[in-house]
Structure formats: structure tokens, C-alpha cells
């Protein structure tokens, strides 16, 4: 089970990415807003809490990997990344 503290914590960061997004479609004039703002709070539990990742080891093993089959909603995969390190 997972803490208040970090339920909370997620759902900002979740807000962020949607804010993220947004920017990232506006300035390219290109992306779903609508199906990938609505994977913000998976792409948010998966990379800030569940996948296992070291940015000073991207190459390491124990890399979790992330597949999404929803292409609409690729876009949603991006905004995580310089947040994640």
C-alpha cells in the first residue's frame, strides 16, 4: 500500500506532465492531447514511483522498460524524461 505523502506527490506530478504536454504539443503543432493527458497519472506512477531506472547507469540490466500501445498517446511517454534525470 502506498503513503498519503506519496499519492500526493504523484498527482502533482502527474498535473506537471499535463502541463508538460500541453506545452510540448502546442509548440510543435503535432500530438493527441487527449489520449496522452489521460495516461498522466499512469506515465507518472510508472516513472516517478514503480520503474526501476539510474540516469548515471541508463545501459544497466535492471532498466525497467515501458511499451505503450496506444499511439495516440505516445506523446505522453516524452515529458517524463528530463523530470526522470
Not at 502506498?2 to 503535432?30: N, P, V
Not at 540516469?55 to 498517446?73: D, E, L, M
Request: glycine share 8%; hydrophobic share 35%; net charge positive.
Amino acid at each position: 500500500m502506498t503513503d498519503t505523502s506519496t499519492i500526493r506527490r504523484l498527482e502533482r506530478i502527474a498535473l506537471q506532465l499535463r502541463f508538460d504536454l500541453i506545452e510540448m504539443i502546442g509548440q510543435g503543432k503535432f500530438g493527441h492531447l487527449g489520449g496522452s493527458s489521460s495516461l498522466a497519472e499512469i506515465t507518472a506512477c510508472l516513472y516517478f514511483h514503480a520503474m526501476r531506472y539510474d540516469p548515471k547507469n541508463p545501459r544497466t540490466r535492471t532498466v525497467t522498460a515501458f511499451c505503450s500501445a496506444r499511439a495516440t498517446a505516445c506523446s505522453s511517454s516524452m515529458p517524463p524524461w528530463p523530470r526522470w534525470g
